[in-house]
């Protein structure tokens, strides 16, 4: 016997009905993908806004690195500053032992005496961007070190101004005082340096620079270096000295007084058959201090032997004291020598 339900008709019905159930089931699921698809898009388009933002401070935080860092003070000569490209000065403290790396891949470490400017990798730096000055306090040299590896010893109450990536025709560093240089072989070009008056060219290479309000004064103690003026060139070789007269404008080569010139750089004062008076104020120029003779005669007393500057002022005095009865009164920044 035939089932009317199993007619043509009922089944074209039924196979009709299945396809509509299969289509909305589709687009149920359809629908219920593009609500998980949406709310995905959503948590990643916050997750990149989020890390955008945290990208942007930490750049921001890159680029203030010493405000962030260090505090920032008024220019004082007893304290070590550094100058940063936005003008704004900032005081290195004498604990602070820290390091930052900043967003054009250098990385700067701050010791007590030294700050170092190293490359962590490939280098970004913005040119107009990238002059800082280091001002030494008036009591303690201090120590720069380049992204090439070129040491400086900063003499106390000096100031240097540097690129870290100088343009072609710019200086590498500007000198106002006195400093050690340990130059770094340049493979390309040369090291720049301005010292009031003098333009020295370096290809890698250790001197001393000094200048003051009369003369500018470098001591070659090891290579070959050019100085120039606007209207003279000398070149120097190792023990040679240049000194640069400001009032006759003229450069005058000799050779070099290491011992003299470069006193201040070394752990002892030496003194081989010098009169007090001489000594006086060497010693005076270290320690800030001015010495009068109370006793005419010690002027002209003669001494050898040395002095180890970090024991300080007052073991000077007693070495006096102790070898020739020398006695000494101190009053500010005054002392009275006398028998």
Not at 141 to 152: A, E, F, K, R, V
Not at 155 to 172: E, W, Y
Not at 247 to 263: C, M, P, S, W, Y
Not at 298 to 308: P, V
């Amino acid at each position: 016997m035939e089932n009317s339900t199993q007619t043509p008709e009922h089944i074209k019905q039924k196979y009709i009905e299945l396809i509509e159930k299969s289509n909305v089931q589709y687009h149920k699921k359809r629908n219920l993908f593009h609500v998980r698809n949406i709310f995905f898009y959503l948590l990643f388009i916050a997750i990149v806004l989020a890390l955008s933002f945290y990208i942007r401070s930490e750049i921001l935080s890159r680029r203030n690195l010493f405000e962030n860092n260090l505090e920032e003070t008024s220019f004082a000569d007893d304290k070590i500053l550094i100058q940063t490209p936005n003008g704004k000065l900032y005081e290195i403290d004498k604990n602070l032992s820290t390091e930052w790396l900043s967003e054009a891949g250098v990385l700067i470490q701050i010791k007590p005496q030294s700050i170092k400017f190293i490359s962590a990798g490939n280098i970004d730096l913005n040119k107009h961007n990238n002059a800082y000055t280091i001002f030494v306090s008036k009591t303690t040299p201090y120590n720069l070190t380049l992204l090439d590896g070129s040491n400086i010893k900063i003499n106390k109450g000096t100031s240097v101004h540097f690129n870290l990536q100088p343009d072609i025709d710019d200086m590498n560093v500007e000198i106002n005082g006195e400093a050690y240089f340990d130059i770094t072989h340049q493979e390309e070009g040369t090291f720049k340096i301005k010292s009031k008056e003098l333009f020295v060219e370096v290809f890698g290479t250790e001197f001393n620079i000094k200048n003051t309000t009369s003369s500018n004064e470098i001591v070659l103690v090891n290579g070959f270096v050019k100085v120039s003026t606007q209207n003279q060139t000398v070149n120097m070789i190792q023990g040679e000295q240049v000194k640069y007269n400001i009032k006759t404008q003229k450069l005058e080569k000799n050779n070099a007084d290491f011992l003299e010139a470069l006193q201040w750089n070394s752990t002892y004062y030496h003194f081989s058959n010098e009169k007090l008076i001489d000594i006086a104020l060497k010693i005076g120029a270290w320690y800030h201090v001015r010495f009068e003779f109370q006793t005419p005669e010690l002027k002209k007393m003669s001494f050898t032997g040395k002095l180890k500057i970090d024991d300080g002022l007052v073991r000077f005095l007693e070495m006096l004291k102790y070898t020739d009865g020398i006695n000494s009164k101190i009053e500010n920044d005054k002392i009275f020598l006398y028998k």
